[in-house]
Antibody
């Protein structure tokens, strides 16, 4: 089965670090980029950034540049999203998504979504 | 920064046609896709490249994009279509989502 399997719910304190994961299975991992989308409680979708597992080259939304780090390990078909110092405002559901690597420059859509990782940060 | 504007809510009677709009500057020159999100679930891609349906998406879902407005149309709307719908495009190396539209099937 083609799927993105995300790590489980996290409950952390403000100031702590965190790394969540997204493992692709059932398809060629390096043929797709892996992105991350945030959804705060009761709110809409926000694109955070994306990475090419082939060369581990991340691109960030200006809104999240410097606030998170996106990485990938193609040897284990896994992408990561990490924070060095969490804030209460980071409380949200985080989805990983995939985008076809050879898609045209202007053609951006995410054809597969993970189930999401809920991150709860207490102050 | 680029913005996509959707109506917060749309209501439709079962069996009727629902139209959800997504507006943005010269949006017709960009590719638009649409996602459906039901409560407690991950979003699902239902339209890409303005008007293409992924495998498994019912034919009652269609899309169009021209000028400054993209439209998601649901013909013969069913109760199962009640959900939040998001449009999305790409602008200057950034993915942009619309704010979402809650579709209510009355």
């Amino acid at each position: 089965e083609v799927q993105l399997v995300q790590s489980g719910e996290e409950v952390k304190k403000a100031g702590e670090s965190l790394k969540i994961s997204c493992k692709g299975s059932g398809y060629s991992f390096t043929n797709y980029w892996i992105g991350w989308v945030r959804q705060m409680p009761g709110k809409g979708l926000e694109w955070m950034g994306i990475i090419s597992p082939s060369d581990s080259d991340p691109r960030y939304s200006p809104s999240f540049q410097g606030k998170v780090t996106i990485s990938a390990d193609k040897s284990i078909n896994t992408a990561y999203l990490q924070w060095s110092s969490l804030k209460a405002s980071d409380t949200a559901m985080y989805y990983c998504v995939r985008r076809l690597a050879v898609a045209a420059r202007i053609d951006w859509y995410f054809d597969l979504w993970g189930r999401g990782t809920l991150v709860i940060v207490s102050s | 920064s680029y913005e996509l504007t959707q109506p917060p809510s749309v209501s439709v009677s079962p069996g009727q046609t629902a139209s959800i709009t997504c507006s943005g500057d010269i949006l017709g020159e960009k590719y638009v896709c649409w996602y459906q999100q039901k409560p407690g679930q991950s979003p699902v891609l239902i339209i890409y490249q303005d008007n293409k349906r992924p495998s498994g998406i019912p034919e009652r879902f269609s899309g169009s994009n021209s000028g400054n407005t993209a439209t998601l149309t649901i013909r013969g709307t069913q109760a199962v279509d009640e959900a939040e719908y998001y449009c999305q495009a790409w602008d200057r190396s950034t993915v942009v989502f619309g704010g979402g539209t809650k579709l209510t099937v009355l």
